[in-house]
């Protein structure tokens, strides 16, 4: 193979990377989230933010909330950067906002379940404990590193919300509905799954596009790739004119409402629900198939838009749409840059290397596995059955955790968005605890399979987070002498 078809390759696999992810990724997941960040900067109040999760609620209270908060509303990695940036910029403290970004993915109740069920519920039941171990603990080491950072972003939060009203009881009732949808998109349940109608329609060729498409952007299912189906080309040139109409009509939303933001907000609505509906091409024809997805995601769609129209006032509705298009033009780009490297980085990391490098329980062979977090990214729910061929492959089951609590926290895309949310310098702390603690958790389950007792296990875990309380404890003594002695005469 020469460089110029080895760099096509490369290409290839990159383009066909973001073509899948945008394709059966962004839309039921990304987009309910982008508008939940937006309602939450514009109609939620800094106070109740700050009443839970800001920087100076006892440590007892805004810890576990941010911990439940990412548990009740579990979804996947790129999904909660949004949620993440909604709350920090509301006023959340740096430590309990760090919190819900890792919790909220690491325990994902799908994965949890799935997980268990495929590979055991003594792994599940690791990654349950030692996620909301390490993310409250990860969050506190943030909150002590950043403190005077975290002052000045909560001088900042009232500041920029300053005189802000209570949160009105439509604003509520919004939110909800966005959260709804988010919901219904997104669960894997019976109900929602269900088929409870089907349109046949007469749409020529539809089964020829899926072949082409499937030959274009070649995938191997037993490694977790995704092909683009023929709806997934649909939605992908869906996006794009969602995104040429919110520049024509969110853009300039300050200014004037016109014919482009209602286009714009209207393409929104239809793209979900064609996102919604289970498209199977034949021959001669395309098979519609309403399932239960479809109709609570039509419920949800229609409850917003008369919200949007009649109940909220027109101030709501501005701040409302330029916000969520504000996250989307900020973390969006980075998204598809990340999909894309990842593309590119799988190409090159191939699965079989897994046994020579991570079949022990050791600290190097823990460390690939949160290596391969970063780079062998995998979707929500889709890491489990690639977790199983790793074991398959020789990985041992330390290293496999490792794997399983970094992946949602360390994939490349959302390294780069999480530094834009908050900056690189935070970013890459954050970045460097995680793989800290994502490999310890992979010492100490591996520890136990290779037949340590479970009281060893978790008095090396005591005596680990002592030691870390300690030195935490003795920085912040030290700084704060140091700042004391700054400001005597």
């Known amino acids: 193979m020469d460089i110029a078809e080895f760099i096509l390759r490369l290409f290839s696999s990159g383009f066909g990377n973001l ?3 945008l394709a059966a990724h962004v839309l039921l997941c990304l987009l309910p989230a982008f508008y939940i960040a937006g309602a939450m900067t514009a109609m939620i109040p800094k106070e109740i933010v700050t009443r839970f999760l800001g920087r100076n609620t006892p440590k007892f209270i805004s810890y576990p909330a941010a911990a439940a908060a990412g548990f009740l ?17 509301k006023g959340a403290g740096i430590g309990p906002a760090i919190t819900f970004l890792f919790v909220a993915p690491a325990i994902n109740i799908l994965a949890l379940v799935y997980t268990g069920g495929v590979i055991g519920m003594d792994l599940a039941i690791a990654r349950l404990l ?26 900042a939060t009232d500041a920029m919300f300053a005189g802000q009203a209570a949160m009105r009881h439509v604003a509520v009732i919004f939110m909800l509905v966005l959260v709804a949808l988010l919901v219904v ?8 799954k269900h088929t409870y109608s089907e349109i046949n329609l007469s749409i020529g060729s539809m089964d020829t596009l899926q072949a082409f498409l499937f030959r274009l952007v070649p995938f191997d299912p037993a490694l977790g790739e995704e092909g683009v189906t023929a709806q997934g080309a649909i939605l992908i040139g869906m996006l794009f004119l969602i995104g040429l109409t919110s520049w024509k009509g969110i853009e300039p939303i300050h200014e004037r409402f016109n014919a482009w933001t209602w286009m714009s907000v209207g393409l929104v609505g239809l793209t979900l629900l064609v996102a919604a509906l289970s498209m199977t091409p034949h021959e001669g024809g395309l098979i519609l198939s309403l399932t239960g997805k479809f109709f609570g995601v039509l419920l949800s769609v229609i409850i917003l838009g008369w919200m949007l129209k009649t109940q909220l006032s027109e101030d709501e509705t501005r701040n409302f749409l330029w916000e969520s298009w504000r996250f989307v033009k900020q973390i969006f780009p980075l998204l598809v840059v990340g999909v894309f490297a990842v593309g590119i980085i799988r190409e090159l990391i191939k699965p079989e290397w897994i046994e020579v490098i991570a079949g022990r329980n050791s600290v190097s062979g823990n ?5 391969f977090g970063v780079f062998m990214y995998f979707p929500t729910l889709v890491e489990v059955p690639i977790a199983q061929m790793f074991l398959d492959l020789g990985m041992h089951r330390g290293p496999l955790l490792a794997y399983l609590i970094s992946d949602p926290e360390l994939s490349l895309q959302s390294i ?36 340590t007792s479970i009281g060893m296990v978790a008095l090396y875990l005591v005596l680990f987070l002592a030691a870390l309380a300690g030195i935490m404890w003795l920085v912040n003594r030290r700084n704060a002498e140091r700042v004391t002695s700054a400001h005597s005469p």
Do not use: N
Request: aromatic share 14%.
């Open 130 to 155: 030692l996620s909301l171990v390490f993310g409250i603990g990860v969050g506190i080491i943030m909150a002590l590193i950043f403190r005077r950072e975290d002052a000045e972003h909560d001088k």
């Open 73 to 89: 509303l579990a979804v996947c990695s790129c999904t909660v950067i949004p949620l993440f940036a909604g709350i920090y910029k």
């Open 367 to 371: 460390f690939v596995g949160v290596v």
């Open 19 to 21: 073509a899948s992810y």
């Open 185 to 192: 998109g997104t669960f894997q349940i019976d109900f929602l």
């Open 416 to 451: 780069l968005m999480t530094a834009a949310i908050i900056g690189r310098t935070k970013a890459w702390t954050y970045v460097g605890w995680v793989a800290l603690f994502s490999t310890l958790s992979g010492l100490m389950y591996g520890a136990w399979v290779d037949g």
